[in-house]
Nanobody, 123 residues
Framework: QVQLVESGGGLIEPGGSLRLSCAAS????????VGWFRQAPGKDREFVCA????????DYGNAVKGRFTCSRDNIKRTAFLQMNGLKPEDTAVYYC????????????????WGQGAQVTVSS
């Protein structure tokens, strides 16, 4: 089971940009689909994006399409979430996720989770 550690969260003003990183322990991270979910206070965990093992397929949640970009670097064993045009409603804890199967929902059997990174969008 791969271990995941997020970094890069923080406080940002509306309209700003932030990049999250997810460092993976598995030497063969290229065997895993990786992606991101987020959870705001009092809400369910929401799908943000997923990227296939060799970046051949990427999927985004409707709330972030056109603003967020999911990417990965298998040599560095790191996944990234570039967030542009941030809005107050993007405030949440962002979780890195990994699985040997494709996922686009919390119900798709995520095998590994990171500890979460807080992102707060506020003026």
């Amino acid at each position: 089971q791969v271990q995941l550690v997020e970094s890069g969260g923080g406080l940002i003003e509306p309209g700003g940009s932030l990049r999250l990183s997810c460092a993976a322990s598995a030497f063969t991270i290229s065997n895993y689909v990786v992606g991101w979910f987020r959870q705001a206070p009092g809400k369910d965990r929401e799908f943000v994006c997923a990227i296939a093992e060799y970046s051949t397929s990427i999927d985004y949640g409707n709330a972030v399409k056109g603003r967020f970009t999911c990417s990965r670097d298998n040599i560095k064993r790191t996944a990234f979430l570039q967030m542009n045009g941030l809005k107050p409603e993007d405030t949440a804890v962002y979780y890195c996720a990994a699985s040997t199967r494709w996922f686009s929902s919390i119900d798709d059997g995520i095998q590994s989770w990171g500890q979460g990174a807080q992102v707060t969008v506020s003026s």
